[in-house]
């Protein structure tokens, strides 16, 4: 799979994603194809894992420290105020490219994105009884 994974060849080859931002020795950073707000970002492992559970500890690190690195750059770039980090791992998630990857959204005060209101529309409020039971089952 990872030879045939975009992004595995993009680590492979820089040329072919010249909006490329950051990199570390496991990790790279660059500009999005298809970005919900200018400055949208990807950041990826070098080292090819689907999901969550495939990235080694080191290179999940990586990912992080690497991730905090761009954003700080984008804020100053672009005198943002706050950015959204997303990930979607697994085939539940709606994952699209199946190599780990973590979304950072520039934000600005006021911006037309909205996702408040979106999450609004999503939530509910279980019994605390029902989280209880939630939790115990989860911790085993």
């Known amino acids: ?8 060849k993009i680590v492979e080859d820089r040329s072919m994603a010249p909006q490329w931002l950051a990199e570390s020795d496991r990790a790279l950073a660059f500009l999005d194809i298809h970005p919900i707000r200018v400055g949208h970002t990807l950041v990826i492992p070098k080292a090819h894992s689907i999901e969550l559970f495939d990235v080694a500890p080191e290179d999940w690190v990586a990912v992080g420290e690497l991730t905090t ?23 539940g998630s709606e994952q699209s490219v199946f190599h780990l990857h973590v979304h950072i959204i520039p934000r600005t005060t006021g911006d037309d994105l909205r996702w408040n209101d979106w999450w609004a529309t999503k939530v509910f409020t279980p019994p605390q009884s029902d989280l209880v039971a939630l939790a115990k089952r989860i911790r085993g």
């Open 1 to 8: 799979m990872a030879g045939q994974c975009i992004f595995c």
């Open 69 to 91: 690195r761009v954003a700080r750059l984008l804020r100053e770039a672009l005198g943002t105020r706050g950015e959204n980090l997303f990930a979607a791992s697994g085939p």
